[in-house]
């Protein structure tokens, strides 16, 4: 099982749509967890972090279920600008690196 | 504000042909990283150093070294390079422990190996 595991869809979805993602992680030691956004050839930068409790940043909230291993992301009122590829990522075991996941991809059209 | 440099920004090899890509931040971060990144493969952990003077192996350091002499810079290094390592190389830098440090990465490096 990859440490790390996502859809990598397309999610294609109209403005004002709500859409999720989903992640799973191998490690259940595992501590850190992440949303990490990268555009077209672009780098990585990071979303936002996610709490045990959960957490919201705007139209954006984030969720851990550490008894299924199992990260997501909410969007509401999908934007354009939210077009991107969104990476879960993991803090490795020693906690020495960050491990991504592949990606799922969102189209918002208009 | 510079944050983090990678140069060359696009290199083209022929196989066999060794070369350096070099890695510069300017915001006295600890961590560094080096990644590529692969269509289907997402990104994948090549080697990271925890300090100046240290190195480690990540999930896919075969065919590559590093140094970090320095704290500011990042070095990977292929000797002899093969068409397998055509990708885009990201190197980052986090301020402390990942798990609670955000990484920033450069804009990456394109590799291609003829």
């Known amino acids: 099982r990859k440490e790390v595991e996502q859809d990598p869809g397309p999610f294609n979805v109209p403005e004002g749509a709500t859409v999720a993602f989903n992640c799973t992680y191998s490690?259940?030691?595992?501590?850190?967890f992440f949303w990490y956004r990268q555009d077209c050839r672009k780098e990585p930068k990071l979303l936002m972090s996610?709490?045990?409790s959960g957490n919201e940043d705007g139209r954006f909230t984030a969720q851990l279920n550490r008894a299924s291993q199992y990260i997501s992301l909410l969007i509401r009122d999908s934007k354009l600008s939210d077009s991107a590829t969104y990476l879960c990522?993991?803090?490795?075991?020693?906690?020495?690196?960050?491990?991504f996941g592949k990606g799922t991809t969102l189209s918002v059209s208009s | 504000n510079a944050g983090v440099t990678q140069t060359p920004k696009f290199r083209v090899l022929k196989t066999g042909q060794s070369m350096t890509l070099l890695c510069a931040q300017d915001?006295?971060?600890?961590?560094m990283y080096w990644y590529r990144q692969d269509p289907g493969m997402g990104l994948r952990l090549i080697h990271y150093?925890?300090?100046?003077?240290?190195?480690a192996k990540g999930e896919v350091p075969d065919g590559y070294n590093v140094s970090r002499l320095k704290k500011q810079n990042f070095l990977l290094g292929l000797e002899s390079a093969a068409p397998s390592q055509t990708s885009v190389y990201f190197c980052?830098?986090?301020?402390?422990?990942?798990?609670?440090?955000?990484?920033?990465f450069g804009e990456g490096s394109r590799l291609t190996v003829l």
């Open positions: 980052a830098s986090s301020l402390r422990d990942p798990r609670i440090g955000e990484l920033f």
């Open positions: 490690n259940s030691a595992s501590q850190s």
């Open positions: 996610v709490y045990s």
């Open positions: 990522v993991v803090a490795n075991q020693a906690g020495t690196a960050l491990i």
């Open positions: 915001m006295n971060h600890e961590y």
């Open positions: 150093s925890v300090g100046e003077g240290t190195t």
